[in-house]
């Protein structure tokens, strides 16, 4: 299946006393490029969750972002910081005997300094928050591939009908070229009867002019290649995976073949028939950047 390079993906789950919610997004990028904002206490799963988005995606640039609450009531302590209190006591008796001041310090207005009583989160059991964690990472990993995979499906129909469309002109431009020498034969011999009027014509001269008009004008290679390449499109199309580059380089060389064609013609239904190709072919190259 083709999967496309944006997404986006959420999963919440509440086991025991915590809640872990991981939300992640991606945009295109040539590599996989990942970014993820975690609190600061659970910084050390980043290398755990790094690895587990590599099971699920092979490019893009994607943001992860962690949150977690610990619903537990007994999950916080409060904590005394009995020699800053000492420290806090020391200056302020010294403030009092250095400007005569007196000293009224009592035990109610020491507690509120900064920094005395403090609360805190109990220690944790990491290996409960990183189960916890790791089935958010991933559910919210299913969620952002079924997006990708989604917005794939859509993108290959579309590429689909823009490469069934490309070999209509194909076909149109292989049916079109014997005509042009057919119409520059015929002109050729209006020409020279005009000129010669009753003389003989020289028909073995006519027909080195045609050949060589004809081999001039040729896109025969061209259009076998360019066939050769929309089925090799669809193929790869079919195949799925993460195929972005492997699509990118066919459509870089059915750019070459359009070039060519258009280097050579020298018919307006064909020049015309050949930039339609063309821009076909630059929106497929527009397209194939969101496809993983």
């Known amino acids: ?12 789950v509440t086991e025991g006393q915590w809640k872990m919610t991981v939300e992640m997004k991606a945009v295109n990028h ?20 790094r690895n587990m988005l590599k099971e699920y995606m092979e490019r893009g640039k994607v943001d992860v972002f962690v949150s977690y609450e610990n619903l537990s009531e007994t999950g916080f302590a409060l904590k005394y910081n009995e020699q800053l209190a000492g420290q806090y006591l020391k200056y302020l008796n010294q403030i009092a005997q250095t400007f005569g001041l007196e000293n009224d310090i009592r ?4 507690s509120r300094y900064p920094e005395v009583f403090v609360m805190e989160e109990e220690d944790t ?11 958010a990472v991933r559910g919210a990993c299913e969620k952002f591939v079924e997006a990708r995979v989604s917005e794939g499906a859509h993108l290959k129909q579309d590429l689909v009908d823009k490469l069934d469309q490309m070999g209509g002109y194909v076909d149109y431009i292989e049916t079109r070229s014997p005509e042009i020498i057919s119409e520059y034969r015929a002109k050729l011999q209006t020409k020279i ?21 004809a081999d001039k004008i ?23 995976g993460s195929v972005g580059r492997k699509l990118d380089f066919i459509a870089q060389e059915m750019n070459r073949e359009a070039n060519t064609i258009l ?3 020298n018919d307006l239904s064909i020049s015309d028939t050949g930039i339609n190709l063309k821009t076909d072919i630059e929106k497929v ?6 496809i993983e």
């Open 218 to 240: 040729c896109v025969d290679e061209e259009l076998v290649r360019l066939r050769s390449h929309i089925k090799a499109m669809k193929d790869v199309l079919g195949t799925g």
């Open 30 to 49: 040539r590599y996989l490029d990942v970014s993820i904002k975690i609190p600061k206490k659970l910084s050390f799963f980043e290398n755990a969750i």
């Open 263 to 265: 280097s050579k013609s």
């Open 193 to 213: 009867h005009d000129l010669l009027q009753d003389a003989q014509i020289d028909e073995g001269r006519i027909a080195t002019e045609v050949t060589l008009f």
């Open 1 to 12: 299946m083709i999967k496309s390079m944006t997404g986006f993906g959420r999963c919440e």
């Open 107 to 110: 035990v109610s207005s020491l």
């Open 125 to 135: 059991d990491e290996k409960e928050l990183g189960t916890v964690l790791e089935k």
């Open 285 to 290: 190259r527009e397209q194939i950047q969101n």
